[in-house]
């Protein structure tokens, strides 16, 4: 745990200041909402407050905070919906015909969705949900490309109290299964496919396989997509178990109360790679998330009745659940919602979105402004961006570069950027400049939001005041996560066990002489790749799976767009082979046990893996090993030289031996 990236420095040479632009200034809702004012009270007031202002209680809440290390409830005897909240309370209110979602299909199909529409949809699909046998509390596994029904099955089950489990479209049949089995869910809504790159990607294939795989699933709806849209691949329905999602819909009521639901009440699970192979089923409930959530994207986002909100992750992510659904929606507000890549038909498919819906404000993720920075910066110079009036980062570390790439050509140097920290755990955002107040330096997230209580700690535990060391969170927070679903001993463990009474992040940080934070990145087994979390042992366990692999350690190496790429050193078996083929056999092997995303860049094969003297792998050194070199995209190196080479550092010695 002793790995502190050796960026740490590189951030802190990084000086530049940008004051806040007069005229973000001068409508800023932070200041006329006088939050900096509400926020010299106390943080259970504070949240009081915002929980009153942008929360429709059914029935008000009078306590306010139960903290029992680990276990947090807040507003607890409250009582409230989600989906009326996202929906119901606006068309009320005569927001009926306000645009909830511009969506947008990959081959250029659109879809104007208002809110009086999506309530209806929602309350249908409710209907459905209830007709085959989902009530409150059961869990629905949802594995849907990024089409309206998405927002729809998650609201759907928002409306009737049950649960939803969502598994990003990217995630393999195996990876599906296990979350499935983990939370028993009971049904599991897909689609037949998503258009990515101009081809369909079929999902519904891996939902089957997954599906024989489980026990608990007794019905599957399948939504149209890709067959409604131009690709001809049949798809196969099993009889009495998969139904069409528009038979189904075809004669389902609109007429569906929503479920009143406790404020502690369970909205949803989100699996999350951790430090072992077995992804967290991340536990988020009702009132304290939802407040939390409008309250960051409200004022973090400097969002206008008017706003044209643009959130362009996948919903399958955290970031998509908070800020693409639940905290838009709870706030009223009119969002792009994009299916497919950035780059179809051509490289600008970002910019001309933006212009042609006129998006005020984009978040979006460092992978993705790097990506851009390689395509040139002749791609967004093709549209005009003037709408756009902030912009924001998401998932890792921005590297200062970036950050001037993103403040020069995207927000033509009159947009505050927003580097906004946050991890599914914590729900919402938790660290983040404020548009229009905030006087940003490229790189740093800035200040913790009021009613936050972050702290910079040594190894020991110890406060730091200016430098580098853990981050720890010291007191409760609205959105936190309420536990690891079925396994309350490792939520303790993970988060509240090595530093006593405080949140244990996981991430490396460093405030600086002015007291801004930079979050520097992951101090344990977890890599960084585009922003998703992927676990070491993970990868390895899928490696050593494959009958022919002895042994695997895998590392995250600094990548210059993807920020880390999985490097995987293994030792086969025996006499096995050490060639390309095999290399790619396990590459995609690991692809078929987790998904293409967990797949290794690059495999280095070697008869022998570093380790100290109580047989722990040396990371940081393979670490170093695969940075040294020049690594290819899908080239496998079966490479001799490698153990050498490992055996010569380690005898070196330096931070890697000390251990
Ligand atoms: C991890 C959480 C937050 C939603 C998407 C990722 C890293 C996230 C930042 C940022 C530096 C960041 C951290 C964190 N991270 N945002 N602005 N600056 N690092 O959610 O998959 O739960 O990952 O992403 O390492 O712990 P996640």
Redesign the pocket.
Known sequence: MSDQPATIEDYLDENRKFPPPADVAARSLWIQDGIDALAEGSSEEFWAAQARALVTWRKPFTEVLDWQVPNAKWFADGTLNVAENCLDRHVTAGMGDKVAYHWEGEPGDTRTITYAELRDEVAKFANVLKGLGVGRGDRVAVYLPMIPELPVTMLACARIGAVHSVVFGGFSANALADRIDDSDCKVLVTADGGWRRGKAALLKPAADEAVERTSTIEHVVVVRRTGASGDDTEISMTAGRDHWYHDLMADASTDCACEEMGAEDLLYLLY?SGTTAKPKGVMHTTGGYLTQVAFTHRYVFDIHPDDIYWCAADVG???GHSYIVYAPLANGCTSVMYEGTPDHPGKDRFWDIIERYGVNVLYTAPTAIRTFMKWGIEEPAKHDLSSLRVLG??????NPEAWMWYHTNIGGERCPIV???????TGGIMVSPIPGVTTTKPGS?TFPLPGISVEIVDEAGNKVERGGGYLTITEPWPSMLRGVWGDPERFFDTYWSRYPGRYF???GAKIDDDGYYW?I??VDDVM?VS???ISTTEVESALVSDPRVAEAAVVGATDATTGQAIVAFVTPKGDTEWTESLGEELRRHVADEIGKISRPKTIIFTDDLPKTRSGKIMRRLLRDVAEGRDLGDTTTLADPGVVEEIRRRAEDGGPTTAE
Do not use: K, M
Not at 393 to 398: A, L, R, T, W
Not at 419 to 425: A, G, I, K, N
């Open positions: 999350t992510w955290v970031t980062s998401v998932g890792e570390p921005i580097d906004t920290w946050w991890q599914t755990e997230a992040v996981g991430d979050v990145g992951r960084n922003g998703h979390r």
